[in-house]
Every structure is written in structure tokens, then in C-alpha cells.
């Protein structure tokens, strides 16, 4: 059993930054991909940025892409998301997720929330016009 918990959300204005944490429990995060989704109201839960478990494989979503930057640090088990050049339409829920890599592969990164067995409980992110 994994556990994840998500800091580092809040209110920014228009083309500020953020820097989302992940904190897991696991005895070693070294065996799963890794993956922010996020949800704003009324809508359905979509892939922001995932990693692969050693770190070497990174996705991105295309409406974040060369805006967010996924990161993970086994030794630490956590994984961040530095989100720069915030737009009002990035406000949402953000949630990140973990998915054991057995029989997958280390370049295992699924884009699907269905694919991913952990959730945390998200963190708001409110960005102003």
C-alpha cells in the first residue's frame, strides 16, 4: 500500500509559479511510474506530466508542455511538478499517482488514470486573472 500526499498548491496570479510536492510512504518509490492528473470543476480528470521510475522517461500533456516540469527523487520518495508561466485555465485540482512497474518495464509511463492504482488526495491550484 502506497500512500500520497500533495502540498504546495494555492492562489497565484497569471504567469506566476508553483512547486508541487508529492510525499509518498513507500519503502522505496523506485518501482513505480509516477504522474500528476489534474481536474477542474465540471470536468473530467486529465494527465498533466508523468515519469518513469528511475526518472529517465518524462510526458508531458500537451497544454502544459514547455510550461510544467515533472521531477522525482527516489532516495527521497518524492516527486514534484514546477508549474511556471500559470494561466487562469491551469486552475484545478492536482493530483498526483503512482503505478507499480512490475511486468511493465522502467520505461513504463502510462497517460491513462486508470492505468494508476495510488492516488493522492490533491492540492488546489487557483490561478487569477
Known amino acids: 500500500q502506497v500512500q500520497l500526499v500533495e502540498s504546495g498548491g494555492g492562489l497565484v496570479q497569471a504567469g506566476g509559479s508553483l512547486r508541487l510536492s508529492c510525499a509518498a510512504s513507500?519503502?522505496?518509490?523506485?518501482?513505480?511510474?509516477m504522474g500528476w492528473f489534474r481536474q477542474a470543476p465540471g470536468k473530467g480528470r486529465e494527465f498533466v506530466a508523468g515519469?518513469?521510475?528511475?526518472?529517465?522517461?518524462?510526458l508531458y500533456g500537451d497544454s502544459v508542455k514547455g510550461r510544467f516540469t515533472i521531477s522525482r527523487d527516489n532516495a527521497k520518495n518524492t516527486m514534484a511538478l514546477q508549474t511556471n508561466s500559470l494561466k487562469p485555465e491551469d486552475t484545478a485540482v492536482y493530483y498526483c499517482?503512482?503505478?507499480?512497474?512490475w511486468g511493465y518495464g522502467s520505461g513504463y509511463v502510462p497517460r491513462d488514470e486508470g492505468s494508476y492504482r495510488y492516488w493522492g488526495q490533491g492540492t488546489q491550484v487557483t490561478v487569477s486573472s
Open positions: 499517482a503512482a503505478q507499480e512497474i
Open positions: 515519469i518513469s521510475a528511475t526518472g529517465g522517461i518524462k
Open positions: 513507500a519503502r522505496t518509490l523506485s518501482g513505480y511510474a
